[in-house]
């Protein structure tokens, strides 16, 4: 019995040598092929090619090499940095009337990219998203909502096809170390070639059973999105999956779809749907006063003169020209909005929801949050009493409570 062990293990590394080999070969023969297809331009080096098919193939083969001697997969694991966070509340720097002082609730943040490739990959979906744990850290995520008085997160989590592992193996320990804080949504790449198709998609969900609360955001005047009908068959599944699975659905809407949203809102009475963007404010609220499961999210354009575009906004500048365009217009953009969205968000108090639309690496430096903070509490101050901590946290609480109790 000793001298079979040896051999027997041996066996099973000679299978190992030969089986990364074959499947060295086919992945990177894959995806030489599906990255040609995605870019069909010249700028994706042979390089980057092999970047990353090496990655996919030393992460499944380490994970082969696991099952098989009896270790646990880890998948896209990682740890996460220490940080030292000063949580000393930031200093106010206009007055306002009223001010919110209570919980907030952010419905609506781009994670970092958990993953890496290539930007040439990446720029059909036209997003400079930094990565985690690399340009931008969990710890210091975190740290601004400790700051800001965040309580929590609909964090939208990019997942490519080609790297499901990479993309979701680290949310587990985001989740271990700061539990409850980031809500995982699932967010297709907008990338045409990468995005989930409904099988993978479900494959996903049903490897992370419980950990994803969304699906989205699907933005539809971008990337691969673009042209594309919320009512489109390719989509179809995916509600369906979303009500299999309780998940709330998150869709930017593009122009002129007025009639596709009312669609999938009447076929999908199970399915919570979280809309935002200004392409449907002319009749947003005829659709949340008409559908019981429809949503709208008022985030980045809470810093921002809407239609105007006379100053910088949080997605067409720098951190340096919006915070000085911001400042300088600090009473006007309040004043705007609230013009704008208060009979709003008061004539339908349950079915508006609080955000920021972070999503540039920028976008989570200290002096940032803390004028994206001021506003936003600025603002909820002007609601009135019983719609204020509605519209800050308790509808987002709503939708959360929603995908436990279907």
């Not at 080999?21 to 599906?34: A, G, L, M, Q």
């Not at 691969?224 to 068959?233: A, C, H, L, N």
Request: with cysteine; charged share 25%; glycine share 6%.
């Amino acid at each position: 019995m000793k001298k079979i062990i040896p051999i027997i293990i041996v066996s099973v590394i000679l299978v190992l040598i030969v089986g990364y080999f074959v499947f060295d070969y086919s992945v990177k023969k894959i995806t030489e092929r599906e990255v040609k297809r995605i870019t069909q331009t010249d700028r994706v080096t042979q390089g980057e090619i092999d970047r990353i098919a090496d990655d996919i193939v030393k992460q499944r083969t380490e994970e082969i090499t696991r099952q098989i001697l009896g270790g646990e997969s880890e998948t896209g694991a990682g740890k996460l940095k220490e940080v030292e966070c000063d949580k000393t509340p930031t200093q106010r720097q206009f007055s306002s009337d009223s001010y919110y002082t209570g919980p907030l609730i952010d419905a609506h943040l781009h994670m970092p990219f958990t993953f890496e490739v290539p930007k040439a990959i990446y720029a059909e979906a036209d997003w400079d998203a930094p990565i985690l744990e690399k340009e931008v850290f969990a710890g210091d995520i975190i740290c601004a909502f400790d700051k800001e008085k965040i309580s929590s997160a609909f964090g939208f989590y990019v997942v490519p096809n080609l790297l499901k592992g990479q993309a979701v193996g680290i949310l587990p320990e985001i989740e271990r170390q700061h539990k409850g804080r980031i809500i995982p949504f699932l967010m297709p790449a907008h990338v045409s070639g990468l995005d989930l198709k409904p099988n993978e998609a479900e494959e996903v969900l049903n490897s992370n059973k419980g950990m994803f609360k969304g699906f989205g955001e699907i933005a539809f005047y971008k990337g691969s999105f673009k042209g594309i009908r919320p009512d489109d068959p390719s989509l179809l599944e995916i509600y369906k999956i979303a009500g299999r699975h309780n998940l709330i659905v998150m869709i930017h809407p593009d122009n002129n779809q007025k009639q596709a949203i009312e669609k999938i809102l009447k076929e999908n009475p199970n399915v919570k749907f979280l809309f935002h963007g200004e392409n449907m404010w002319p009749w947003v609220d005829e659709i949340i006063g008409a559908y019981p499961n429809a949503y709208y999210s008022i985030d980045a354009n809470l810093f921002d003169l809407p239609n105007e575009h006379t100053i910088a906004n949080i997605y067409d500048s720098e951190k340096e020209e919006f915070v000085s365009e911001f400042k300088g217009s600090f009473g006007r953009i309040l004043q705007v909005n609230i013009e704008i969205w208060k009979p709003r968000i008061e004539k339908h108090p349950d079915k508006y929801l609080w955000g920021t639309d972070r999503g540039y690496g920028w976008h989570f430096d200290a002096d940032v949050g803390a004028l994206l903070e001021e506003i936003s509490r600025s603002f909820i101050g002007q609601l009135n009493p019983e719609a204020q901590e509605k519209f800050a946290y308790k509808n987002a609480e709503m939708l959360l409570e929603s995908t436990r109790n279907q």
